[in-house]
């Protein structure tokens, strides 16, 4: 007798083990071959972070490899503890974090900076996950700092793409042509209403940034801004011993304590753009959970607190790495939950989509042809990661604001964050509240004429 319920919903099996959720593939979830296979080729994004610790390191391709190859294991560690998404960098934080590191002198002190900067990033992440203050945490901090913060992260970004000697000196024509197109396939109302009314614009939408990167592979030749790739054949060949021996507490040492002081308000202003991502994710998550009514998905916040900080402990010990250990990566979680949405038959489980996603990444960074069909636009890659990232970091910063005033503050602080740093924004930030709002600001009871929409954000916050 048929019924007309529907189905019952619940959790895939597990593992328990303490606050985490083991799944085993084949044996808890089936592989995905549609996420596998872009996984696959999307490694391209994962690699882009070879340049940013050549530059600011001075570290070897081979060993920058190694640090991506280490990364790459520990982003399987979300889905098989049971933390449903697609982890990712923490890439509106990036420029603040290149910013503090190119502060120091080139060699050890700028591997000690890392070091302690990230390893301070992941004690920080995992006492909050532990303790369950990280709501609690952001919500002390006023709206005017945290729109400041993020706002100038978002500008940073930029800045860090279109500075003189930056990547877009290096990549005019093949930066401008992919972020153009890059910008009509992502945030396009246009593009949008195509997806919805052919088959063909929607396979393309659910690609990502993939084509964009490939357009750049043929472009940058053919404008003679990059030479054409060597594809080889075989395996990479990362380099550990290297890595190990020059680049961690292994073979530096230490930081000095002074080191780990310094680092704090960077790490302040990383956490409070790195918690707009696990909001991000739990408003997803959410929205799957309604539309797939035959799998209760479980998103617990402390839980992904307890992944990605110790993520970035174990980096800050063994690889340390200028693009961090986010909670997601936001494009291609989306990419992965709307095929999801599609029901059983598209995906039969969340945690195959995402964890087929990252076994395909990491198999894509064990072959040469495809890390050497990307390596000449490497560079391209990251300019065109930063400046998406920027976009979406102004757009959220903005809309944190309550106020015209939070916004004035905002913009001082986001001025003075890329110009001077995360130390500097703070002090500026704090001085300019106080100024402003006075004993108001300590009892919460500042200006709220920006009402529309902040309830429903409110809310987000509280459910944390």
Not at 264 to 272: D, E, G, K, R, W
Not at 281 to 304: F, G
Not at 305 to 319: A, D, P, Q
């Amino acid at each position: 007798m048929s019924s007309n319920q529907p189905p019952v919903s619940q959790e895939a099996p597990y593992f328990g083990f303490g606050p985490f959720k083991i799944r085993l593939p084949f044996v808890h979830y089936r592989l995905e071959l549609p996420d596998y296979l872009q996984g696959l080729l999307m490694c391209a994004v994962d690699l882009a972070a070879i340049p940013l610790m050549t530059e600011i390191l001075g570290m070897p391709f081979e060993a920058a490899l190694a640090i991506v190859m280490l990364n790459g294991l520990l982003y399987l560690l979300h889905h098989l503890l049971g933390d449903p998404v697609i982890p990712g960098w923490i890439t509106p934080a990036i420029p603040l974090l290149m910013a503090y590191v190119e502060a120091f002198d080139p060699g050890t002190d700028r591997v000690h900076a890392l070091i302690a900067f990230q390893m301070m990033l992941g004690l920080l992440v995992i006492l909050l996950g532990k303790t369950g203050m990280a709501a609690r945490v952001v919500h002390l901090i006023p709206h005017a700092i945290k729109s400041g913060i993020i706002i100038g992260a978002g500008l940073a970004a930029v800045a860090v793409v279109f500075k003189e000697g930056g990547r877009f000196d290096s990549y005019p024509i093949t930066i401008s042509i992919a972020v153009g197109v890059a910008f009509y396939l992502i945030f396009s109302g246009h593009f949008a209403r195509l997806r919805q009314r052919g088959h063909i614009w929607a396979t393309v939408g659910k690609l990502g940034v993939f084509p964009i990167i490939i357009l750049a592979v043929i472009v940058a030749p053919l404008v003679n801004e990059a030479p054409w790739p060597n594809v080889e054949w075989g395996f990479t060949q990362p380099d550990f011993a290297l890595m190990w021996n020059q680049y961690t507490v292994f073979g530096v040492g230490l930081p000095p304590l002074s080191m780990f002081l310094t680092a704090l308000p960077t790490v302040l202003a990383t956490y409070i753009v790195v918690f707009g991502d696990v909001l991000q994710t739990k408003a997803i998550l959410q929205e799957a959970d309604e539309v797939r009514q035959d799998e209760k998905i479980d998103y617990n916040p402390n839980r992904s607190h307890l992944i990605f900080g110790g993520r970035n402990l174990f980096m800050s010990i063994f690889g340390p790495d200028v693009v961090m250990c986010g909670p997601l990566w936001a494009a291609m979680h989306v990419v992965t939950v709307e095929r999801y949405k599609q029901g059983k038959q598209a995906m039969q489980s969340i945690f195959g989509g995402s964890g087929s996603f990252r076994w395909g990444t990491n198999t894509g960074l064990l072959l040469l042809p495809i890390v050497s069909l990307v390596q000449p636009i490497l560079g391209v890659a990251l300019a065109l990661t930063l400046l998406i990232q920027g976009f979406v970091s102004v757009r959220i910063g903005i809309m944190e604001s309550r106020s015209q005033r939070d916004l004035g503050i905002a913009g001082v602080i986001a001025a003075v964050l890329t110009v001077k740093g995360a130390a500097w924004a703070f002090a500026v930030g704090l001085a300019l509240v106080v100024l402003i709002y006075g004993r108001d600001a300590l009892r919460g009871e500042v200006d709220r004429t920006f009402v529309k929409d902040q309830q429903h954000k409110d809310n987000q916050h509280d459910a944390l």
